[in-house]
């Protein structure tokens, strides 16, 4: 298996833009995760899924966050409008069984840059 | 709401010195997990506990769940430079968010 695939691995855009990031988790797991991580506040779980359904989206930050997983292989977060403090590398990460008891295995991330 | 205070920030040995770090918070956790990342690339998980007073070993890495479920405390043994890194706790509470520590940046100097 190819493991986590996130797209894009890179985003720059300017302030006020949407940007939708991607995520295509291991086939076969039934959880997906979507982390953020900055330097000022490390790392931080924002929303998780359960066989396409969200669970607890408690860390998203605001409004202008959504996700959706629109199918087994396949989620977005979208990011509308983006603002230069949304700047820092988003994860995708899946597991499969008991959601915190099994290892969750991560994407290489997507590296976003508001200006 | 919940905080995990994890140290040291950064550490810099010299390889085959033995490393322990730790995490420490005011609330109860019921899951404690310890991940690494290597730059550029996701976190992975090394160790997960799920009992109080558990230990649990991982090659050269140790973990403990403190028995008072406030803490736990990572030791790598004989450290090689691959072992170079951020260390990160994590720790899941009554909440049912997963809390992550501010890690710990270990350089080895071989």
């Known amino acids: 298996d190819a493991g986590v695939i996130q797209s894009p691995r890179h985003e720059v855009t300017e302030m006020g833009q949407e940007v939708t990031l991607r995520c295509k988790p291991i086939s076969g797991h039934d959880y997906l995760f979507w982390y953020r991580q900055t330097m000022m506040r490390g790392l931080e779980l924002l929303i998780y899924?359960?066989?396409?359904?969200?669970?607890?989206d408690s860390g998203m930050p605001e409004d202008r966050f959504s996700a959706k997983m629109p199918n087994a292989s396949f989620s977005t977060l979208k990011i509308q409008p983006s603002e230069p403090r949304d700047s820092a590398v988003y994860f995708c990460?899946?597991?499969?069984?008991?959601?915190?008891?099994?290892?969750?295995?991560f994407g290489p991330g997507t590296r976003l840059l508001v200006l | 709401g919940q905080q995990l205070n994890q140290s040291p920030q950064s550490m810099f040995i010299q390889e085959g010195e033995d490393v322990s770090m730790n995490c420490t918070s005011s609330?109860?956790?019921?899951?404690w997990l310890w991940y690494k990342q290597d730059p550029g690339e996701g976190p992975v998980l090394l160790i997960a506990l799920y009992k109080a007073g558990e230990l649990t070993s991982n090659g050269r890495l140790t973990a403990q769940f403190g028995i008072t479920r406030k803490d736990s405390f990572l030791n790598i043994s004989a450290s090689i430079p691959s072992d170079v890194g951020i260390y990160f706790c994590?720790?899941?509470?009554?909440?049912?968010?997963?809390?992550f520590g501010q890690g710990t940046t270990l350089q080895v100097k071989p």
């Open positions: 899924f359960n066989n396409n359904v969200p669970i607890d």
């Open positions: 990460a899946s597991s499969y069984g008991r959601v915190w008891q099994e290892t969750q295995y």
């Open positions: 994590a720790g899941l509470g009554n909440t049912g968010k997963l809390i």
């Open positions: 609330s109860i956790f019921n899951t």
